[in-house]
Structures are given as structure tokens and as C-alpha cells.
């Protein structure tokens, strides 16, 4: 009979490590098999978000990828955001504005759409792990309306029941999602304001940004860093 071989610690450690370089290689071959699939959802669900968060019904617009830095006390934060110029005068007419935060269950991401006085547009919730049923509510038009055509400078973007004067309605025993949409959006109304200058003198050139029939999608986007939470 052969000789049973002896559980060693090095032994164990061999193993550990064959486990772990097979593990390592199914996981790079389904990656690689699935990222570009990955990317073709994220075009189309950024793509999406854009059109929802700042509708443009009867303007011809122009599209500029961009990137907003807003430094806070603690941080230096990136925005990626989609510009939008009417094509014809030039005129700097919107945002969409890319923010996150985290929920009760997770990070939420979100597209935030302003006009250029500030006014908020609309908001589109790309992914989220908040609980169905409580925190999910926040996509329902009975919570996220609250913000639509409401200006910050005036619309104070905190939950109105912890008393620091915010006007937005809270969802139903999901106090933590509402704050964190809520701080989303107004993260990336503070992004707008820090940058809104460069928005106006920033005029895209034919060549840079050509007219287009949809937005340019986040993988399209020049950025100086991802979002810093």
C-alpha cells in the first residue's frame, strides 16, 4: 500500500495556493468573457439616465463629457457630468451630474440633471442594494418628485423631520435611504455651484463635441479620477 502522505502546514499551504491560482483563473476568464457585455449595460443605463435626468424637448443640443472638482474641508471629490450646449446659440443650457452615497444597505449611484439657473431636472437611480419595499421606495416619483423643478438656493436639501429647516419628505421607516439620496443630490448641486462658471465660458468647438442624437455614455467620459467618497 502506499504511504498515506502527512497533513503538514506546507501541504496545506500548497494546496491553498493551487485553489487559490485556479480560483484567480475561472474568475479572469469570466471577466473577460463578460466585461464587454458589462460596459454595453452601463452605456445604455448612463445613456438613459442622461435623457431622463435633463430632458431637452425641442432644443438642438450639443454633448460635452466633463468632470466637476469640488474640494470640501476633508476632500477632493469628482463628479463626471454630461454638458449640454444648444448648438445653435451656444448657450450653456444643463447638466446631468453623476453623485453617490451610502444607503442603509449600500452605495448608492445616482444621476443628478440641472438647468443652468440650478433648477433641478430629475434624478435617476443607477444601482442600489436598499431594501425592496422601504428604502427601494426612493426610485417611486412620489419620493424623487419632491425634487424635480426645485431650486437648492431656495430648496433646502436635507430630511425635514431631523429639524435643520430641509424640505424633503422622508420615505416610510426608510429615514437613513431618504438621507442618503437626499445628500447625494445636494453633493452634486454643491459640484454644480463650485463649477458653474467654468460651464458658461467652457464652449464646446464643433470638433470637440459634434451634435448628437443621444448623450455620450460614462465610458466615453474623460475623467481626472473616479468619484472620491
Known sequence: MAKKKESTLINMLVALLVIAAVSGGVLGLVYGVTKDTIAKVDKKKNEKAIQEVLPLEGKTTTYK??????MTETDTLFYPCTLVYDS????????AIKTSES????????MVGFLADGTITGTSVLSHAETPGLGANMTNDKF????????????????????TGGKVD?????????RAFTKAVDKAYQAFEANKAQFINNVPSKEEAPVLEEAPSEENMETEGGQKQ
Open 170 to 178: 422622508a420615505i416610510t421607516a426608510a429615514t437613513i435611504t431618504s
Open 65 to 70: 463629457a466633463d468632470t466637476l472638482v469640488h
Open 88 to 95: 445653435i446659440s451656444k448657450e450653456f443650457l444643463g447638466t
Open 103 to 110: 444607503g442603509f444597505g449600500g452605495k448608492i449611484d445616482m
Open 144 to 163: 424623487k418628485g419632491q425634487f424635480v423643478g426645485q431650486n437648492p438656493a431656495n430648496f433646502k436639501l436635507a430630511v425635514s423631520k431631523d429639524n
